[in-house]
């Protein structure tokens, strides 16, 4: 079905509730009411749907509101539905209401958001893809599929809790609920199976909301010294995942330095090496959200947040590594073990930006304080079959921090942790291109 000829009538999601399912077939016409071309384009979920429905015939197609608030028969709604009930307990001391007033009178208010548009939008975009596609393909070797450009080895994935901060949301706009359940992945950040050494490694969260609405928070780790980003921009980060997965580190070293300047390059080599980190635990991770994004606040302003995953339950032993055995398979073994014995631990911290501090330049770190948020809790294992579903459906979800965020795919919560700025916007096509050159390897 050719449908680049023909102009769509765009939805907006913000401004009418989910229109319910047709009960007959959709006809062509309808189909081009649902499916806009920037959905198409940007959401590959929407894609995906929009070729089933071409596939059903006479069947009844799936409903709208799987299209536009949730990747269809995700697992993380089958196993934390909207009804949810926590298993654990909130351990954290929270900050009160009026510490929170305090932190919000202080902080920048309704910053700009420098995302691109126009033609701008459009060249930038293409290139993100053309990058991303390059990359992953020379990634493949022989008779390999397609996996993910970072992040690829999995070190934990299964269920998680998270608990907010019930004085927080008397002055920001969130969740609507005191505990919500999904999925949880843990990660080395390379590529590759990586073998001993230190490595950098990255959490990533799928949340259940209100109405069934996935949220994606997405962290990577590293140290104090690098809790920002090493990359000022999305230009300068794309040329970092190039040369780092260059199978000739010397040229695509040079290309970077051509790309963003040879200072550039080397400042971000350096901070790629500080953000190493030898984890005596899965447990010891902290991680950082590195880019902002945007909250509303009861009083109607909006503000910038950066994340951050702090352990709480951290040196409390590590297992000798056996003979043999990779430092990933150790971290592996060694955190199964722990969640067999008792649930693991960290506190999620909330940094507000204030009038002076950066939100477009990633390498820029902000000086207000920490404010605990909510709990992030990994309940102990007592069911192995259900952990190791859970444990595959981390594996095979598409992790994307703009889930039920675009504009034409906004869901009830598309204000919670709302990506702000250029970087975040040059990670929806990234993300988009991964996943379709995923998706073509299934």
């Not at 300047?261 to 400042?267: D, S």
Request: hydrophobic share 35%.
């Amino acid at each position: 079905m050719q449908t680049h000829n023909v102009q769509f009538k765009p939805i907006n999601m913000a401004a009418a509730p989910p229109r319910p399912a047709p009960q007959a077939p959709p006809t062509p016409e309808q189909m081009k009411e649902l499916f806009t071309p920037e959905a198409l384009e940007a959401c590959p979920y929407a894609r995906a749907m929009f070729e089933q429905m071409k596939e059903l015939g006479n069947a009844q197609p799936p409903s709208l509101q799987q299209v536009t608030l949730a990747e269809p028969n995700s697992i993380a709604q089958q196993k934390a539905p909207v009804n949810f009930q926590a298993t654990t307990r909130s351990s954290v001391e929270w900050p009160s209401v009026e510490t929170f007033n305090q932190t919000l009178n202080e902080a920048a208010k309704n910053v700009p958001d420098n995302s691109l548009v126009g033609r701008e939008a459009a060249d930038f975009r293409a290139f993100t893809r053309e990058r991303i596609d390059n990359i992953q393909n020379r990634q493949l070797k022989d008779g390999d599929s397609m996996h993910r450009l970072v992040h690829n080895k999995q070190l934990f994935g299964g269920e998680v809790e998270v608990h907010w901060n019930p004085n927080l949301e008397e002055v920001v706009d969130l969740f609507g609920h005191k505990s919500l359940g999904g999925l949880v992945r843990i990660s080395d950040a390379s590529n590759e199976d990586n073998p001993d050494g230190e490595n950098m490694y990255g959490m990533a969260l799928e949340l259940v909301g209100n109405d069934g609405q996935l949220t994606d928070i997405l962290l990577t780790g590293g140290s104090e010294a690098t809790e920002a980003s090493q990359a000022k921009d999305p230009q300068a980060q794309l040329a970092l995942f190039n040369m780092l997965e260059h199978p000739s580190k010397v040229a695509g070293l040079a290309q970077m330095a051509w790309e963003v300047g040879p200072l550039e390059a080397g400042k971000m080599v350096y901070d790629v090496g500080r953000m190493k980190s030898d984890l005596n635990s899965v447990a010891d991770l902290t991680a950082w959200s590195r880019a902002p994004f945007r909250l509303k606040g009861k009083d109607g302003e909006h503000y910038l947040v950066k994340m951050r995953a702090v352990p709480m339950n951290s040196g409390e032993g590590k297992a000798e590594q056996a003979q043999g055995e990779t430092t990933s398979e150790r971290l592996v073994n060694e955190f199964q073990n722990r969640i067999e014995q008792g649930e693991a631990r960290w506190r999620f911290d909330l940094q507000f930006m204030k009038p002076g501090d950066n939100a477009n330049d990633g390498r820029k770190t902000w000086g207000g304080e920490w404010l605990p948020a909510g709990e992030i809790v990994i309940p102990q294992v007592t069911d192995k079959a259900r952990a190791a579903e859970m444990s595959q459906a981390a594996e095979d979800t598409k992790f994307n921090i703009w889930k039920g965020k675009e504009d034409h795919n906004q869901g009830p919560d598309s204000e919670v942790f709302y990506p702000h700025g250029w970087t975040n916007q040059a990670r929806l096509w990234a993300y988009g291109q991964s996943a379709d050159n995923r998706g073509a390897q299934a």
